[in-house]
């Protein structure tokens, strides 16, 4: 059942705080924020995106940090400040031209569950909300801001029989 929902998937939208990052958030004095990327998400994103899928990021909160990550990676949707996730979700489709079928999301806490019964495929990263990953179609062994984003890609792009092709640059294989 899993591996069918992977299969369809043409969007991969991501809550940032706890799933991108680890959900810390470290002030500064003058008033700036520094959040940790983990690089293995980043590579994860990249490869999930030369396999023709579209990546999004909906954040709650507003940051620059994301919005630096988001240019770097190329994402296709980033959207932060986000007061109301689920109606923001039927925009991005729209823009995608796909169905909630084709969507994952992946979340961590219970802000995140209404989007999360709205997509085809709900993914809780390990570290999430009790309630959170009961209701998820399938929960990361990584927590949130540790490749748990990495494996998701990895588990899409294989279940779509693209892992191979993509990582055949790496291996010396053509």
Same mark, same amino acid.
Request: glycine share 10%.
């Given at each position: 059942?899993?591996?069918?929902?992977?299969?369809?998937?043409?969007?991969?939208?991501?809550?940032?705080?706890?799933?991108?990052?680890?959900?810390? +958030? #470290?002030?500064? !004095? $003058?008033?700036?924020? =520094?959040? *940790?990327?983990? &690089?293995? %998400?980043? @590579?994860?994103?990249?490869?999930?995106?030369?396999?023709?899928?579209?990546?999004?990021?909906?954040?709650?909160?507003?940051?620059?940090?994301?919005?630096?990550?988001?240019?770097?990676?190329?994402?296709?949707?980033?959207?932060?400040?986000?007061?109301?996730?689920?109606?923001?979700?039927?925009? +991005? #489709?729209?823009? !995608? $031209?796909?169905?909630? =079928?084709? *969507?994952?999301? &992946?979340? %961590?806490? @219970?802000?995140?569950?209404?989007?999360?019964?709205?997509?085809?495929?709900?993914?809780?990263?390990?570290?999430?909300?009790?309630?959170?990953?009961?209701?998820?179609?399938?929960?990361?062994?990584?927590?949130?801001?540790?490749?748990?984003?990495?494996?998701?890609?990895?588990?899409?792009?294989?279940?779509?029989?693209?892992?191979?092709?993509?990582?055949?640059?790496?291996?010396?294989?053509?």
């Amino acid at each position: 059942m899993i591996e069918e929902k992977l299969q369809q998937i043409r969007v991969l939208l991501l809550d940032v705080d706890g799933v991108l990052t680890s959900g810390r +958030i #470290l002030y500064f !004095a $003058g008033g700036d924020e =520094a959040k *940790t990327f983990d &690089v293995k %998400d980043g @590579l994860g994103i990249r490869m999930v995106r030369e396999g023709g899928i579209r990546v999004g990021l909906i954040s709650g909160r507003k940051s620059a940090a994301v919005d630096r990550r988001a240019a770097e990676l190329g994402i296709d949707y980033c959207h932060t400040g986000v007061k109301d996730k689920q109606a923001l979700l039927a925009s +991005i #489709l729209s823009q !995608a $031209g796909c169905n909630p =079928a084709q *969507t994952a999301f &992946v979340g %961590d806490d @219970l802000v995140d569950l209404a989007i999360m019964e709205r997509v085809g495929l709900s993914v809780a990263v390990a570290d999430a909300h009790e309630i959170v990953r009961q209701h998820a179609d399938m929960v990361t062994t990584r927590p949130g801001g540790y490749g748990a984003v990495r494996e998701v890609c990895e588990r899409i792009l294989s279940a779509k029989g693209l892992w191979e092709p993509i990582i055949s640059r790496w291996l010396n294989r053509t």
